[in-house]
């Protein structure tokens, strides 16, 4: 939460102390904007669009190079020259916005000179070869998802840190699976921060929070570029993340289905009770939601199955009895006897029953509604040897049984407004 100061204490403050105050980022900064405690060698900042990464980056930078004992020289990397010198120098949140003027550099060329004698050089990530010979004592990384051949220019700039008597770095970026994040993460001297674009929202535009975040909230490309998270696709993986459409405007729905990957049992220790809705459409299918419980005892998720028939008006309940036998027809009976349950047994693996179904979304058949973040991560992660990161794919399994029964029997499409 900002920190504020009132009007009458503020009125009754000096030009210079209220210039001081007004430039004091510590009293608006949020707690993952400043730079993280203990022995680091790398903050990784990573946040989404218009989270306050640049911000933080320009107020570390500030508090090196105007510290008692100046941090210098320094190393400010962008993608390219003109992109390090438009955001993190000239940029609204960049270098010469955070510095108040008396502290205020200068910008000459490619050099950034302060008044207490500390000097920064800007780099372009595009050209590696131009990082052999400097050396710095800290560096500020922007974007690195983006750069061109980025293991080529962190390792070269690696090199080059090594004055001072700890060099550090800062990497800003919005996320993207490449080597480069990969190993930094998993690096025992990088600090990983996050943020979402929603925690800077007191700095953003109502329009753009209306418009674009609306958008693009819950959707892959939302959940990298607002929510700033990591979206990995496995490379043997039945799935993509960009064969997950969203229906058209106007979609019609018609047979409807609630899929039920049932639990042997209902302990704490046991698998997801898959629950996955879709109906048929037009052009396709549509999955509508997933209803997945973990953990869940055997009554708990009948009842989800029977609240998720009744809110989609559904057709069927299609459950598999390899594992649960005739429980679900059981228990779903015990709720609302009128609910129609087919069951469906597991002749093939994992893998072989889901392969057809894969096929449907290669082909573009299939669309998915917002908010399935959670299902998606799970087909991506899916492989051949039928888990999906180590588990039992449940969501997958109540997925590919909706699909089978709407896209792969006899049933034809017949339609509803959604």
């Not at 061109?148 to 220019?153: C, K």
């Not at 709720?335 to 469906?344: A, E, G, L, T």
Request: charged share 25%; proline share 8%.
């Amino acid at each position: 939460m900002e920190r504020s100061i009132g009007a009458r204490a503020v009125a009754g403050l000096s030009e210079a102390e209220i210039t001081q105050l007004w430039y004091d980022f510590a009293l608006t900064a949020r707690p993952q904007q400043l730079p993280p405690p203990g022995d680091w060698t790398t903050w990784l900042l990573i946040g989404g669009r218009g989270s306050g990464k640049t911000r933080a980056g320009a107020e570390w930078i500030r508090s090196l190079a105007t510290a008692p004992v100046p941090v210098s020289p320094i190393a400010l990397v962008g993608e390219t020259m003109a992109e390090a010198i438009a955001v993190m120098i000239r940029g609204e949140s960049g270098l010469l916005a955070v510095h108040p003027p008396a502290e205020r550099p200068v910008l000459k060329g490619t050099t950034l000179t302060w008044p207490s004698g500390a000097v920064a050089s800007v780099l372009s990530a595009s050209d590696p070869d131009r990082f052999r010979g400097p050396q710095f004592a800290a560096a500020w990384c922007d974007e690195v998802a983006k750069w061109p051949d980025p293991e080529a220019a962190w390792d070269m700039l690696q090199f080059g840190l090594r004055l001072g008597p700890r060099p550090r770095q800062l990497a800003t970026t919005t996320p993207r699976p490449t080597p480069l994040i990969k190993r930094l993460l998993h690096d025992g001297q990088t600090v990983v921060t996050r943020m979402k674009t929603a925690d800077n929202r007191s700095h953003l535009a109502p329009a753009f929070l209306e418009v674009v975040v609306a958008r693009y909230r819950d959707t892959v490309l939302g959940r990298q570029e607002l929510d700033g998270e990591l979206i990995e696709d496995r490379p043997d993986a039945l799935w993509r993340r960009d064969q997950f459409l969203r229906p058209e405007p106007g979609t019609e729905a018609g047979r409807t289905v609630v899929a039920v990957d049932p639990p042997v049992t209902g302990k704490k220790t046991s698998d997801a009770c898959g629950i996955v809705v879709a109906t048929r459409s037009e052009a396709g299918a549509v999955v509508l939601e997933d209803a997945t419980l973990h953990p869940a005892p055997p009554v708990i998720w009948a009842e989800r199955v029977v609240r998720a028939f009744h809110a989609h008006e559904a057709n069927l309940v299609v459950a598999e009895v390899n594992q649960g036998g005739e429980l679900v027809r059981q228990m779903i009976a015990q709720i609302d006897p009128s609910v129609p349950v087919k069951s469906v047994h597991a002749s093939r693996g994992k893998w072989l029953r889901a392969e057809p179904v894969a096929a449907l979304y290669a082909r573009g058949l299939i669309r998915h509604a917002a908010g399935l973040g959670a299902l998606e991560d799970e087909m991506c992660a899916f492989g051949a040897d039928g888990l999906s990161e180590g588990r039992s794919p449940n969501r997958v399994d109540a997925l590919v049984w909706a699909l089978t029964e709407l896209m792969l029997g006899d049933q034809g499409p017949r339609v509803r407004r959604l």
